[in-house]
């Protein structure tokens, strides 16, 4: 497996400890986040079987292919949606899949929701720009109203409750103040426009990974 974007790693982690015989690298540039999974990949005894990097994800190459590429939430990375698949596709091995997660309205967006997301696509288009590059959705979620506020609640709740658990730090009153600010761009933004879709992705025959048809 490789992730994209993998943040903490948590698609990784939870993967190799429910698989053994799993080997997963990750990219990311947020140095904390990096260390994080590492640290929780020894913490769960996967360690010797992850290896996350610390760089952009669209500088990352291997001389080895994936049968799972992740980009989840971070097609920002490559520069939007087509890039992030011409990404994976460079890393992805014959017979492999593609876990993408991409943002869409999922009605007509706010002039402070685009402000915030840039252009996005509504679903169908989406799911267009997807087929017409030369891949098959053979899965698909789209996240539920309920799932994307319990994402937020969450989010935003855990910076608050750093701020107020570490009162004396110097950065607490400006994570407090970055949580509120957030909430309201949520509540008030984009929170009844935007979606989010996860899809497994299969190259479509002449069009596969690293130049090579998938039925080679």
Avoid: K, N
Wanted: glycine share 8%; with cysteine; charged share 25%.
């Amino acid at each position: 497996m490789l992730d994209l974007g993998c943040g903490t790693a948590e698609w990784l982690l939870r993967a190799l400890a429910t698989h053994p015989e799993l080997h997963a690298e990750g990219v990311d540039t947020s140095e904390e986040s990096v260390t994080q999974a590492r640290r929780s990949a020894d913490l769960l005894g996967v360690g010797e079987r992850l290896v996350v990097h610390r760089q952009e994800a669209a500088d990352f190459v291997s001389d080895q292919p994936f049968d799972l590429v992740l980009s989840v939430g971070a097609t920002h990375a490559f520069g939007g949606l087509l890039p992030t698949l011409a990404a994976a596709r460079e890393h992805l091995a014959p017979g492999g899949r593609v876990l993408l997660g991409e943002s869409f309205w999922d009605r007509a967006p706010s002039p402070e929701a685009v402000e915030i997301f840039g252009e996005l696509h509504d679903l169908a288009t989406t799911v267009d720009l997807v087929v017409a590059d030369g891949w098959a959705p053979v899965h698909a979620h789209v996240s539920t109203r309920e799932e994307l506020d319990a994402y937020e609640w969450s989010c935003l709740g855990s910076l608050a409750s750093w701020a107020l658990d570490h009162p004396a730090d110097p950065d607490a009153a400006e994570v407090l103040r970055t949580a509120t600010t957030r909430r309201a761009e949520w509540l008030r933004g984009y929170r009844d426009s935007f979606g989010f879709l996860t899809l497994v992705l299969r190259p479509v025959s002449g069009r596969g990974s690293r130049g090579r048809s998938v039925l080679a």
